[in-house]
C-alpha cells in the first residue's frame, strides 16, 4: 500500500522549511531567513501514530499578476526582473504540483505577520484544489501570538492550529488532525501478476524497452531525457502468466534532481518502485555506470525490491570475444553492494534479448520467494560459526542460539544471540555470504535481524 503524501505549502518564510525538519526529525531542508531559499521540493517519509506518510516541503507559493508571456510582477510596487519573476513562478509551480499529487495539504501561514493579501491568495488556489487542508498558524511562540491565530478564521479554512514549528510547540495537535484527514484506504486487491518498475536515468531507454517487450509503440520515445513524466502501467500475459510493467520517468541522484517536472516525475517513480515485486534498472551500454546509476540502484535497494540489471544499447558498443566479461567484471566492481543482481545485455533498438528481461524477472521472484528449512539454515549458521570465530568485546564472545527463516520477498532471517550489541557488521556481511553460497537468492537483498535469546524466550 503506498503511503499518504503531505504538502506543507505557503507564503514564502513562513516556517515550512524548518516544520519539515521538525517533523522529519532531522534537519533535511536548508533554513535560511530569506524569503524563497526552498527552492525544490523536499520529501521524507514519517510516521504519527503509526500511521507512516511521506512529507513533502515546497518552495513559498508567490502568486503574480498576469501569465509568463504577460504584465511584469511586482514586489513592494516595484517591477520584478524577468529572471526573478521567473523564479517565482517556478515555485509557485512547483508547490501547484505537489498540491495536485498530495492527500492531504497543510497551508503555513505566520501568526506575526498576520493575514496578508498573500495568503488570501493561496487560500483561493487551496479551496478550487478540492483536497483536505489543515491551516497551520506559526510562529505562535507566545499566548499572545496563539490568540493571534484566529484571526486566520477569515480565510475560509476551518480552524487554525497554533503551532511554533522551531520549538515543536502544538506540531503535535497538528500531525493528529493531519492523519485524521488521511483518506480511508481499504486493503488493496491480491493481484497475481508479477509488477516490474524499469527504472533508470534519463534517456537510457526504458521507454523502448518497454515497447520493444510490448511489440507496439505504447509509450513515447524520444532523444529528449524525461519525456515519460508519469508512471504508466501496462498489463500483458508472458507464458500464460499475468506481468505488469511499469515505465516510469528518469531519475536522476538526489543531489542533481532539477526543479519542476521532473522532481515531480522521480515521486512517482519512486511510488511506482513500491508497488514493483522486481524493478528492472537500465543503464546506457554506451555509457558504462556512472555515478548517478549507483543511487539509482540505492532506491530500489531501500525498498527491498529484486533487482535485474539491464544494460542497453549494447548494439552500440563495440565487441570482441572478451567485450561481455570485460564489461560484466566492470559492473561488478561498481555495484560491490548489489553483486548478487543478474545482469542481461540488450538492445531494445534491435530487439536483441529482449525476450528474456521478464523471465529473467519471474526468476529473481522466485528467488525472492524462496524458504530455507530451519533445520538446514541452523546447520548452515553452526557450520559457518566453526569456519570464522563470532566477533567479541571486553572478552564476551557472540553467540548464535538459534536461526530461522521469518519472511519471504524479501528473504527475512531472525537470529537469537547472548548479545546483539557483539554484532559486527562485518561478521552480519559474512553470515549473508555463507547464506548465499547455499542459496543465491539471485537479485534479490536478504534482510538479517537479530535478537537477543531472552526476547524469545518471552
Given at each position: 500500500m503506498t503511503k499518504p503524501i503531505v504538502a506543507l505549502v505557503g507564503r514564502p518564510n513562513v516556517g515550512k522549511s524548518t516544520l519539515f525538519n521538525r517533523i522529519a526529525g532531522e534537519r533535511i531542508a536548508i533554513v535560511e531567513d530569506l524569503p524563497g531559499t526552498t527552492r525544490d521540493r523536499l520529501y521524507a517519509d514519517s510516521?504519527?501514530?503509526?500511521?507512516?506518510?511521506?512529507?513533502?516541503?515546497?518552495?513559498?507559493?508567490?502568486?503574480?499578476?498576469?501569465?509568463?508571456?504577460?504584465?511584469?510582477?511586482?514586489?513592494?510596487?516595484?517591477?520584478?526582473?524577468?529572471?526573478?519573476?521567473?523564479?517565482?513562478?517556478?515555485?509557485?509551480?512547483?508547490?501547484?504540483?505537489?498540491?495536485?499529487?498530495?492527500?492531504?495539504?497543510?497551508?503555513?501561514?505566520?501568526?506575526?505577520?498576520?493575514?496578508?493579501?498573500?495568503?488570501?491568495?493561496?487560500?483561493d488556489v487551496l479551496r478550487r484544489s478540492q483536497k483536505p487542508v489543515v491551516l497551520a498558524a506559526n510562529k505562535a511562540d507566545n499566548l499572545t501570538r496563539e490568540l493571534g491565530a484566529?484571526?486566520?478564521?477569515?480565510?475560509?479554512?476551518?480552524?487554525?492550529?497554533?503551532?511554533?514549528?522551531?520549538?515543536?510547540l502544538g506540531v503535535g495537535d497538528?500531525?493528529?488532525?493531519?492523519?485524521?484527514?488521511?483518506?480511508?484506504?481499504?486493503?488493496?486487491?491480491?493481484?497475481?501478476?508479477?509488477?516490474i518498475a524499469i527504472i533508470g536515468r534519463p534517456n537510457v531507454g526504458k521507454s523502448s524497452l518497454l515497447n520493444a517487450?510490448?511489440?507496439?509503440?505504447?509509450?513515447?520515445?524520444?532523444?529528449?531525457?524525461?519525456?515519460?513524466?508519469?508512471?504508466?502501467?501496462?498489463?500483458?500475459?508472458?507464458?500464460?502468466?499475468?506481468?505488469?510493467l511499469i515505465d516510469t520517468a528518469g531519475i536522476r541522484r538526489r543531489g542533481r534532481i532539477e526543479q519542476g517536472v521532473?522532481?515531480?516525475?522521480?515521486?512517482?517513480?519512486?511510488?511506482?518502485?513500491?508497488?514493483?515485486?522486481?524493478?528492472?534498472?537500465v543503464i546506457d551500454a554506451s555509457q558504462g555506470l556512472t555515478a548517478q546509476d549507483t543511487h539509482?540502484?540505492?532506491?530500489?535497494?531501500?525498498?527491498?525490491?529484486?533487482?535485474?540489471?539491464?544494460v542497453n544499447k549494447w548494439d552500440l558498443v563495440e565487441k570482441d570475444s572478451n567485450t561481455m566479461n570485460e564489461y560484466t567484471r566492470s559492473l561488478q566492481a561498481g555495484l560491490k553492494f548489489i553483486d548478487y543482481v543478474p545482469m542481461l545485455f540488450i538492445s531494445a533498438l534491435t530487439r536483441q534479448r529482449v525476450q528474456k528481461v521478464i523471465p529473467l524477472a519471474r526468476h529473481v521472484q522466485a528467488q525472492r520467494s524462496t524458504r530455507i528449512p530451519t533445520a538446514a539454515l541452523n546447520k548452515l549458521v553452526q557450520d559457518a560459526a566453526v569456519k570464522h570465530r563470532a566477533p567479541g568485546k571486553t572478552g564476551k564472545l557472540l553467540r548464535i542460539y538459534f536461526a530461522s527463516q521469518v519472511e519471504?520477498?524479501?528473504?527475512?532471517?531472525?537470529?537469537?544471540?547472548?548479545?546483539?550489541?557483539?554484532?559486527?557488521?562485518?561478521?552480519?556481511?559474512?553470515?549473508?555470504?555463507?547464506?548465499?553460497?547455499?542459496?543465491?537468492?539471485?537479485?534479490?537483498?536478504?534482510?538479517?535481524?537479530?535478537?537477543?535469546?531472552s526476547e524469545r524466550e518471552k
Open positions: 510516521d504519527w501514530s503509526g500511521a507512516p506518510f511521506t512529507l513533502v516541503d515546497t518552495g513559498g507559493i508567490e502568486l503574480v499578476e498576469g501569465d509568463p508571456s504577460g504584465a511584469e510582477a511586482r514586489r513592494g510596487g516595484e517591477p520584478l526582473s524577468v529572471s526573478s519573476a521567473s523564479f517565482r513562478r517556478e515555485i509557485r509551480e512547483q508547490a501547484q504540483i505537489a498540491i495536485d499529487e498530495a492527500d492531504v495539504v497543510v497551508f503555513l501561514v505566520d501568526v506575526k505577520e498576520g493575514v496578508t493579501g498573500g495568503d488570501q491568495d493561496v487560500a484566529v484571526e486566520f478564521y477569515e480565510l475560509g479554512l476551518g480552524e487554525p492550529v497554533a503551532i511554533s514549528a522551531l520549538h515543536g497538528l500531525l493528529d488532525e493531519i492523519v485524521r484527514n488521511f483518506p480511508t484506504r481499504e486493503e488493496e486487491e491480491e493481484d497475481d501478476a508479477l509488477k517487450l510490448l511489440g507496439q509503440e505504447r509509450s513515447i520515445v524520444s532523444e529528449i531525457p524525461g519525456t515519460t513524466r508519469d508512471a504508466i502501467d501496462m498489463r500483458l500475459s508472458w507464458e500464460g502468466e499475468p506481468v505488469v521532473e522532481k515531480y516525475s522521480v515521486m512517482r517513480a519512486l511510488r511506482a518502485v513500491q508497488r514493483a515485486d522486481v524493478v528492472a534498472l539509482v540502484a540505492s532506491y530500489a535497494l531501500d525498498e527491498w525490491k529484486g533487482i535485474i540489471l539491464v519471504i520477498k524479501p528473504p527475512t532471517f531472525m537470529f537469537f544471540v547472548n548479545d546483539v550489541e557483539l554484532v559486527h557488521f562485518t561478521y552480519r556481511r559474512y553470515l549473508e555470504n555463507q547464506i548465499r553460497r547455499a542459496y543465491p537468492f539471485e537479485g534479490t537483498p536478504i534482510k538479517l535481524l537479530f535478537r537477543n535469546r
